[in-house]
């Protein structure tokens, strides 16, 4: 379930498509935008960095303990 919103990024509004992390991971190391999205609804909306089958705090300082079900482009 592909999920169109609009985000605003730098100032500028950016039309972003979320994609499932069960059909496309993304790079290791990249910055991304996170989220869980299931039928309790959309919640833990934060950046993330994947690095194997973990995902980190930006600053690398720890992982978080859910895997995000969707990721959106920087």
């Not at 730098?10 to 059909?23: A, Y």
């Amino acid at each position: 379930m592909e999920i169109e919103r609009i985000e605003e990024t730098g100032g500028r509004m950016n039309m972003g498509k979320w994609i499932e992390i069960s059909k496309e991971l993304p790079n290791n190391g990249d910055i991304v935008k996170t989220k869980i999205f299931d039928n309790n609804g959309e919640r833990n909306i934060q950046e993330l960095i994947r690095k194997g089958n973990l995902w980190w705090l930006p600053d690398m300082s720890m992982y978080v303990y859910y895997t995000p079900t969707h990721w959106l482009r920087r």
